[in-house]
């Protein structure tokens, strides 16, 4: 990178910029949107018999958490008994682990794969051709260990703890999502970073946890798996330092696009700039940001 003195414009220009997740175990400045704050205690929310989520298909549950200090099998997301394959995504019986179960299959992450007191990202995925559990942490996928079978019980779907009033989760939870078929990587990482519409093919349950007030949890599909507040005020409501909700870009043509944002920036010492870019194609010194009349490229 060059370094000049500059009194004319600055142009910024970018040219195929969109959204690019970072992978890895960061903690997020707050996000958009709210989530809800579980005590640990006997906080829960019940989404009813939640026959939409009741498959015997291949299933992928998704969540974005803010764990407190870690305490065994604490429940993110749990379907119940009378499900004909439940499954549940939960902190494990490693530290700061997490764990998934699908009918008698169950696996968990080594320690320390997530963070508490950060928001983490947690994926957990059965394939029913295989028989196999996939969970991946931020983006990234997890070796997998064996963990004690840890069982299903009631007759709801719950958010935050265990239908036998236990495993209550300690901490914050925020974009809940639940799919009826296997989600790739690249899904994962297309997705967690921003809320969807909801209707999306496939999704049988999202929970984006944006209201303010209330005792009720709404899912954005059309399945009215609505959740129901339990032991929680409208306190619990918090703003989420997830990393979710409404992320826009700009999308430039490469042939004659750009943005002038005016001279008020004039460096004459040294400057750092950075910017999160994906490039569509491939052509030689492209400008991402650049000022004065002897724009140079970086």
Known sequence: ???????????????AASFVAFFGTPAFADGAGNCLDFDGVDDYVD????????FT???TVEAWIKPGPHSNYERIFATHNNFDSPYCLTRGDNTNSIAFAWRGYERQTPANAITPGVWNHVVAIFDTTNNAITIYINGVEQSLESITDFGFSGTTVWIGGKQNNSRFFNGRIDEVRVWKELRSETEIRQ?????????ESNLKG???????????????????????????SSNDWVTSGAFAGPRNALDFDGSNDYVDVGNGISPTSQITLEAWIYKSATSSK?????????????
């Open 191 to 199: 997705n967690m970073y921003r809320e969807l519409s909801g209707s």
């Open 286 to 298: 492209p400008c991402i940001y650049g000022f004065g009349d002897d724009v140079q490229s970086f």
């Open 1 to 15: 990178m060059k370094t000049k003195t500059y009194s004319s414009s600055i142009i910024f220009l970018l040219l």
């Open 57 to 59: 298909g291949s299933v």
């Open 206 to 232: 999202y929970w984006r946890f944006n209201e303010t007030s209330g005792t009720t949890l709404d899912d954005a599909t059309s399945y009215n798996n609505d959740g129901t507040l339990h032991n929680m």
């Open 47 to 54: 989404c009813g018999s939640g026959s939409s989520l009741d």
